[in-house]
C-alpha cells in the first residue's frame, strides 16, 4: 500500500510539478538526466544551425560568358561574380588568375564591387572582368579561370600553431596558401570577321551606281539632237523656246553666254556643246558652217569622254569662228 502511494506521488510530481517529501530520491535522479538530455539536444540543434549558416557563407563564383560570337582581333569578355552573405569584411578577394592560351591572350581589364539587395538579406558581390582578344579563327577551349580569396580576421596558421604542434615526420603547413574558386574551360568558336568584306563590296556597289548615274545623264544630254529654238537646262532637258519677233535668232545670244559662263567654271565639255548647238543654227550657204559645226561637236567628244582638256587659245579661236558665223548670218537676215 505504501509503495502505490509513493509511485503515484511520483507521477503526481511530474506531471505538475509539486514538491513531495514521499518521492524517493532515485526517481529525482531520472528526472534531472532526462533534462539534462533534453538541454543537450537543444545545444545540438543550435550547433548545426550556425554550422550550416556558416557553410552557406562561404563565397560562390557564377560565370557570365558574353552574349555573340568571337572574333579575331577583338576581345570577348568573361565575366566573374564572386559573392557571399553576411559583411563585405568577411572575405578579400585575390585578382582572377587565368592559364595561358596559345590562340590568343587573356588580361583582366575591371575589377568592381557590390552590395545588392536580395529575399534572404544583403549579398556582397565582387565582379572581375577577363578579356579574352583571339588572334585567329577556329574553335578553342577558355582558359580555367581561379580566384583565391581569404579572410583578413582569421588567424595566420604561422601564429595559431606553435613550432611544437607539427607531427614528426610531416611537412609543415603553408601558411600562404589560400583557399579559390575556380571556372571550368568551356568551347568558344571565333568567327573569322568579315566587316571588311562588307564594307568594300558596299562602297563599291556605291561606286558603280554613281557611274552609272554620271554616264546615263551623259548619254541622254548627246544623244538627242539640239533643235533650233530649244535650250538645255541643268538637268538635262530641252526647253523650248520661243524667237522674239524683234531679234533674227535669239538662240545664239543665249549659245554665247551660256558658253562663257561654262568656261568660266571649268566646264569645258558644257562650253563646247553651247558652241555646237549654236553652230547646228546656222545656214548651210554660211560659208564654213557645216565644217564649223563638225569640228565642235569633235571638241566636245573629246573633252567629254575622252577627258582631253583643251588649250585656251584653242578655245578663243573656235568662239571666235563662231561668232564671224553669226555675224555672217545676221547679215545675211537684214538684207
Known amino acids: ?102 590562340w590568343g591572350t587573356a588580361a583582366l581589364t575591371e575589377v568592381k564591387g557590390v552590395v545588392r539587395d536580395e529575399a534572404d538579406g544583403p549579398r556582397n558581390i565582387v565582379s572581375q572582368t577577363l578579356e579574352i582578344t583571339p588572334n585567329k579563327a577556329g574553335e578553342f577551349k577558355t582558359p580555367a579561370i581561379r580566384i583565391a580569396y581569404f579572410n583578413p580576421e582569421a588567424t595566420p596558421p604561422a601564429e595559431s600553431a606553435a613550432p611544437s604542434a607539427v607531427t614528426p615526420g610531416t611537412a609543415p603547413p603553408v601558411s600562404s596558401a589560400s583557399p579559390s574558386l575556380g571556372a571550368e574551360p568551356f568551347s568558344l568558336v571565333v568567327y573569322p570577321d568579315r566587316t571588311p568584306i562588307w564594307i568594300s563590296g558596299g562602297l563599291g556597289a556605291s561606286l558603280l551606281l554613281t557611274a552609272l548615274g554620271w554616264w546615263s545623264v551623259r548619254r541622254l544630254h548627246s544623244s538627242r539632237p539640239l533643235l533650233v529654238g530649244s535650250r538645255v537646262s541643268g538637268f538635262g532637258f530641252r526647253v523650248s523656246e520661243e524667237p522674239k519677233p524683234d531679234t533674227p535668232n535669239p538662240v545664239f545670244e543665249e549659245a554665247l553666254r551660256c558658253a562663257r559662263r561654262h568656261r568660266q567654271e571649268g566646264d569645258f565639255y558644257q562650253f563646247y556643246v553651247e558652241l555646237a548647238r549654236a553652230a547646228g543654227t546656222l545656214a548651210a550657204d554660211n560659208g564654213h558652217a557645216p565644217e564649223l559645226t563638225a569640228t565642235l561637236k569633235t571638241r566636245a567628244q573629246e573633252t567629254g569622254y575622252k577627258g582631253v582638256r583643251p588649250r585656251d587659245d584653242q578655245m578663243d579661236g573656235d568662239l571666235r569662228d563662231l561668232e564671224r558665223a553669226i555675224a555672217r548670218q545676221k547679215e545675211t537676215l537684214e538684207t
Open 1 to 102: 500500500m505504501q509503495i502505490a502511494i509513493s509511485c503515484w506521488q511520483i507521477e503526481a510530481y511530474w506531471q505538475c510539478g509539486a514538491r513531495h517529501e514521499t518521492c524517493v530520491p532515485r526517481d529525482m535522479k531520472g528526472i534531472a538526466e532526462r533534462k539534462l538530455n533534453h538541454f543537450c539536444d537543444v545545444l545540438a540543434f543550435f550547433a548545426l544551425v550556425l554550422l550550416t549558416c556558416a557553410a552557406n557563407a562561404q563565397p560562390e563564383l557564377k560565370v557570365i560568358p558574353q552574349q555573340g560570337p568571337a572574333h579575331p582581333g577583338h576581345a570577348y569578355r568573361i565575366v566573374c561574380e564572386v559573392s557571399w552573405a553576411g559583411k563585405a569584411s568577411d572575405y578579400s578577394i585575390l585578382p582572377a588568375e587565368a592559364d595561358p592560351i596559345d
